[in-house]
Every structure is written in structure tokens, then in C-alpha cells.
């Protein structure tokens, strides 16, 4: 990991504890999601590469599972994606909910984008789409957000298990 990289890293993660991300809106190299996949896989929690879109751990995850499908293309606007990347963002949507059935025993999946920074969008330079994996009795999304600290398994062991089951074209 080069030296410019692990500080845009770990200056996200500072930021996205602090809900302070002006400074990532940016295209390139200031964006974390444009910066993301210059990372190898396992540095980046990786865990699917398409032409046009990756998949990846989130670092704070609300849950164990917390995945994110990201276009490779910076676009700030949800309808600024043609509809070339929404079909490729949706087949990836589709792996990722299939993969944390198999690799989680999810019973259900929430889906879902905050998109601009008043829906809550941690990086809102880059539009993403979140999936979460959900069981019968778990916690409400309030309770899993105040616990997210507290997290049953960690990023490598969680990307680890998503790897080994992802379905179809994977990197
Ligand atoms: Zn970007």
C-alpha cells in the first residue's frame, strides 16, 4: 500500500466516524470509491470486480455482511448512470443478495442507497448501493446502528466467507 493511499484510507475512516466527508467529494484520487479499487482485494475488502461496477466490504459495517456495490465510474447522480451500469449495478445487487444467503443463512436482505448527503450518503461524490443481510429476531436497524462497534466477526474473516460463495463472474 503506497503511502498517499493508506492516507486517503484511513482518513475516510476518521471521517466516516466523524460524518466529516467534505473533503472526499471529489473525483480521482480524493474519492475513496474512484481510490478503492487502485487497492489489491484483500487490502480493500473486495470481494467482486465487473467492468463496470466492484463490490466491497464496508469498513463500519452496520452488521456483519454490510456490503457495498459501487459503479467503477465516478457519478455523483443516481440518474446520471446509464443504463448500461444500472443493469450491471442490479447483477451484482443479485450476486451480492445470493452470496450473503449462502454465506450467512441471511433470511432476508435489506437493499437500499442514500443518496446526497441530507439521505445520509457517507461519500455523496460517488453514488453506491448498500445490501445487509438480516435474520429472523435480529436487532431493528436504530439498535444496529448504535451497536455497529460490536461486531461478531471481523472484515478479513467476513470477505473471506463471501469470497468462497460468490456466485457467477467474479474476479
Ligand atoms: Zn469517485
Known amino acids: 500500500m503506497t503511502p498517499p493511499m ?4 484511513s482518513g475516510w475512516r476518521a471521517a466516516y466516524v466523524t ?3 467534505g473533503e472526499l467529494e471529489g473525483s480521482g484520487p480524493e474519492c475513496l470509491f474512484c481510490s478503492l479499487p487502485g487497492l489489491s482485494d484483500d487490502e480493500a475488502y473486495i470481494v467482486e470486480r465487473t467492468e463496470l461496477t466492484y ?3 464496508n469498513a463500519y459495517p452496520y452488521t456483519s455482511g454490510h456490503v457495498m456495490v459501487v459503479p467503477a465510474r465516478h457519478e455523483a447522480d443516481f440518474e446520471g448512470l446509464t ?3 444500472g443493469a450491471a449495478l442490479f447483477a451484482a445487487l443479485q450476486r451480492t443478495v445470493g452470496a450473503l444467503k449462502a454465506a450467512f443463512n441471511a433470511e432476508g436482505v435489506n437493499l437500499g442507497a442514500n443518496i446526497g448527503r441530507p439521505a445520509g450518503a457517507g461519500v455523496p461524490g460517488h453514488v453506491h448501493l448498500h445490501a445487509l443481510p438480516r435474520w429472523s429476531g435480529d436487532t431493528n436497524f436504530i439498535t444496529a446502528v448504535a451497536e455497529a462497534r460490536v461486531l461478531p466477526e471481523d ?3 467476513t ?3 463471501l469470497r468462497e460463495v460468490w456466485p457467477g463472474p467474479a474476479s
Open 6 to 9: 493508506e492516507r486517503i484510507w
Open 19 to 21: 460524518g466529516e466527508t
Open 55 to 57: 463490490t466491497v466490504l
Open 83 to 85: 443504463s448500461e451500469e
Open 155 to 157: 472484515l478479513r474473516t
Open 159 to 161: 470477505w473471506s466467507r
